[in-house]
């Protein structure tokens, strides 16, 4: 299958504030963020990964949750690729060259999920693998009071993860690569830190709620560390967010706590840095794949080489960004949404030091036209062949 990038179609959304940007009209090439910095003996790739993709099917509107024997109607959905893809795609619409090792069935599922990915994100699948016969994971997301609840159906994929890299002679040449630490990537990842590859981790939540400290000795390899509040507060049993993170500090090199709708913090052991950075105010419709959105956009900062407090913030913007829209990857930010908001986050007044503390982004974004990006949408495709006249 093809898997060159292609422009997608605009959105028509309007922009009334900086909080409230829809999609920005317009087409053009893609942002890279790291032209500055590319030699020409670079590896192939800038950030590798590997996990599950779900089809991921959302519902917005909700008044709350629903009660036995009740029916609820909602004011939207959308259909995206989930999962890892929420990661892969933030990424990739960052201006950076990603490629992800998945499993994905031979059903309609399998299809929608690598077609956006390979054709309409540009994310590289050379490492990915298709399975008949092996039901592609489904989650359902309930938006509702800025929360959401789950309900997925999945089966383990027929092959892990290493097994799968092995197969195709290992991880790519990359920059960066990025795994769960309480997954078993130790053998691929492991290779590409040793191979000069930076490893980004963050860890789910655990099941057992027994969130052993051992864990954190895998960090020894990793570069940074990026876990939220609640898991980062259970490893290291202490009661703040700031505590949490200069217990991290000490096993990692650049340990992240994100702190939600109040932010995060950081410390970069290698430059002496540390930053509390605060959320930026929005109304969140879709918190769906916000974590993801804000890794994507510190990795992006970090492989741009930029301070640790300009990292924060960049990677809070993008995640702000995303949960004004529902779709989890599909609601990450393209260049021509973070451009937009910096034009009018400039002219509106009222904001205090929000445009002093974003002046850095005068020398980041593109200043030519650059594609716009897609968003979900209702169904997973409508049948067009025969219709066209």
């Not at 990038?5 to 963020?33: A, K, Q």
């Not at 590798?48 to 609820?72: Q, R, Y």
């Not at 703040?240 to 650049?254: F, G, I, S």
């Amino acid at each position: 299958m093809d898997q060159t990038r292609t422009t997608p179609s605009p959105d028509n959304g309007t922009t009334s504030t900086p909080w409230e940007l829809g999609g920005i009209v317009g087409r053009g090439p893609s942002h890279d963020p790291l032209a500055s910095r590319r030699m020409p003996d670079d590896p192939p790739f800038d950030v590798f990964l590997s996990g599950t993709v779900f089809l991921d099917i959302i519902f917005t509107g909700l008044a709350g949750p629903p009660t036995n024997g009740t029916e609820i109607f909602t004011e939207g959905m959308g259909c995206s690729p989930g999962g890892i893809a929420n990661l892969a795609i933030a990424l990739s619409r960052l201006g950076l060259r990603t490629s992800l090792a998945a499993a994905f069935g031979n059903d309609v599922y399998g299809d929608f999920c690598w077609r956006t990915l390979a054709e309409q994100e540009g994310v590289d699948l050379s490492r990915s693998q298709r399975f008949p016969h092996w039901h592609s994971p489904v989650t359902v997301s309930l938006a509702y009071e800025a929360d959401r609840s789950l309900i997925t159906h999945a089966h383990e994929p027929p092959v892990c993860a290493d097994e799968m890299i092995a197969a195709k002679d290992g991880p790519p040449g990359t920059r960066a690569c990025f795994i769960d630490l309480d997954e078993d990537a130790d053998t691929w990842a492991q290779r590409a830190a040793a191979e000069g590859a930076l490893v980004f981790a963050d860890v789910g939540w655990d099941p057992t709620e027994q969130w052993s400290p051992a864990l954190l000795e895998r960090l020894r390899w990793c570069y940074a560390f990026m876990p939220n509040t609640p898991e980062a507060l259970a490893y290291t049993r202490t009661d703040t967010p700031e505590d949490a993170v200069a217990k991290l500090a000490e096993h990692v090199r650049v340990a992240v706590v994100t702190r939600g709708s109040k932010g995060a913090v950081a410390i970069d052991n290698e430059t002496g840095e540390y930053a509390d950075v605060p959320a930026l105010p929005v109304a969140a419709l879709d918190t769906t794949g916000a974590g993801d959105v804000f890794a994507a956009g510190f990795i992006t900062a970090t492989l741009a080489g930029w301070p640790l407090l300009h990292r924060l913030r960049f990677a809070n913007l993008c995640a702000a960004l995303s949960v004004q829209h529902f779709g989890g990857s599909l609601s990450a930010p393209g260049w021509a949404d973070i451009a937009g908001w910096w034009q009018v986050a400039q002219r509106v007044p009222g904001l205090g030091d929000i445009a002093k503390e974003y002046a850095f982004l005068d020398d980041v974004v593109p200043h030519e036209p650059v594609g716009a990006v897609r968003r979900a949408t209702a169904t997973i495709g409508f049948e067009t062949e025969g219709l066209e006249q």
